[in-house]
């Protein structure tokens, strides 16, 4: 005797989401990573600023406004990009937007460490080019994810 096909295999879990939301969660968590790089090399961008304008001194003090700037700014950039991420992850259930959201938080501070060198090594100039091209990218993945959550 021959056993009646099934629509779905059975699997250890009745309810699990029959959605494919792996192309959106790749596409949100690049999109949260480039805007946080982005606005991490912008916040670079106006510590080095402030650090031009200062009086040049051997003991450097967190409480000066670069300092400022350079903590509250990078926490800021690696809110930001957890917040777009959980925002493009709409769809997906609330504990795994949350826990991709806060893996873009981290991984933006990954990016914030790299781009030490390229403040090092370009100077101003590659960090505005870095917060150009991080910036481009993210919104070509914005528009990527409005197509995915659309059903394209």
């Not at 982005?38 to 916040?43: G, K, Q, R």
């Not at 080095?48 to 700037?69: E, H, K, M, V, Y």
Request: net charge positive.
């Amino acid at each position: 005797m021959q056993e009646p096909q099934r629509e779905r295999p059975e699997h250890w879990n009745p309810v699990a989401p029959t959605e494919d939301y792996i192309p959106l969660a790749w596409a949100s968590m690049g999109f949260g990573i480039l805007l946080g790089t982005a606005l991490v090399a912008a916040v670079l961008l106006g510590v080095r600023a402030l650090i031009a304008q200062a009086p040049p001194t051997d003991n450097p003090d967190p409480t000066q406004p670069a300092g400022i700037l350079l903590i509250f700014g990078t926490l800021a950039a690696c809110a930001t990009a957890a917040l777009g991420c959980w925002t493009a992850l709409a769809p997906v259930p609330t504990y795994r937007r949350g826990g991709l959201s806060m893996v873009t938080g981290f991984a933006t501070i990954m990016m914030a460490l790299l781009l030490a060198p390229v403040n090092e090594l370009g100077g101003p100039i590659g960090l505005g080019v870095v917060a150009v091209a991080c910036g481009a990218l993210a919104w070509r993945l914005s528009k990527r994810i409005q197509r995915v959550r659309a059903g394209q």
